[in-house]
């Protein structure tokens, strides 16, 4: 059974507008979650991340929510641009472990000019 | 920022052939160092942790004779897919971390093709 999930394969958004992505979790014992972009024929890049001790955290355009009650957090982008175009990764980790990550399947972000 | 170089990027080879894959991180020492697969349409899934200097740890259902891992320096990991058959095929990628408590620095992975 999938620890982490990201429910929605694709997105499609306007340039300008925000994009929201989505993951949920089902283990309450992660305290440590990361967000990866990817592009074709490439390794995934960091993005952000959030500790479970926050709720949300910030870097430009870039903004990570984080609902405990719900297990479930969000990515946000705002503006988006057509260089955003990429599948973002959900991850999540016990920080007192190796830092072994639970990845999601990922989700398509298709930013249109 | 931190950057890790895998190589070889692509791989087509016959049933039977060992394939290794190095991973090195350039710009920082790697304790410890991660090794996923993915299948089309499929999650990131860990397969073993490498630890520098000591033997690595394999995920349940990974064999463990069948994908080495060698952790010979705290810049390099390699992974050897030791007769390696058609259901083998898959994308292969290493991470790495200065500390546990970073983020991991994914190379750009390794396309494993057995024919």
């Known amino acids: 059974d999938q620890q982490v999930k990201q429910n929605s394969p694709s997105l499609s958004v306007q340039e300008g507008r925000i994009s929201i992505l989505n993951c949920d979790y089902t283990?309450?014992?992660?305290?440590?979650f990361l967000w990866y972009k990817k592009y074709p024929a490439e390794g995934p890049t960091f993005l952000i991340s959030?500790?479970?001790?926050?709720d949300k955290n910030e870097d430009g355009r870039f903004t990570v929510f984080l609902n405990k009650s719900a297990k479930h957090l969000s990515l946000h982008i705002v503006p988006s641009q057509p260089g955003d175009s990429a599948v973002y990764f959900c991850a999540a980790s016990f920080r007192g472990s190796q830092g072994n990550l639970i990845f999601g399947k990922g989700t398509k972000l298709s930013v249109k000019p | 920022g931190a950057v890790v170089s895998q190589h070889p990027s692509r791989v087509i080879c016959k049933s039977g052939t060992s394939v290794k894959i190095e991973c090195r991180s350039l710009d920082f020492q790697a304790t410890t160092m991660f090794w996923y697969r993915q299948f089309p349409k499929q999650s990131l899934m860990l397969m073993a942790t490498?630890?520098?200097?000591?033997?690595?740890?394999?995920e349940q259902g990974v064999e463990k004779d069948k994908f080495l891992i060698n952790h010979a320096s705290l810049t390099l990991s390699t992974l050897t897919v030791t007769s390696a058959h058609p259901e083998d095929s898959s994308f292969y990628i290493c991470?790495?971390?200065?500390?546990?408590?970073?983020?991991?620095?994914f190379g750009d992975g390794t396309r494993l093709s057995i024919l």
């Open positions: 283990n309450s014992m992660f305290d440590y």
């Open positions: 991470s790495a971390t200065p500390d546990r408590y970073q983020p991991q620095h």
């Open positions: 490498s630890n520098e200097g000591s033997k690595a740890t394999y």
């Open positions: 959030i500790s479970s001790i926050k």
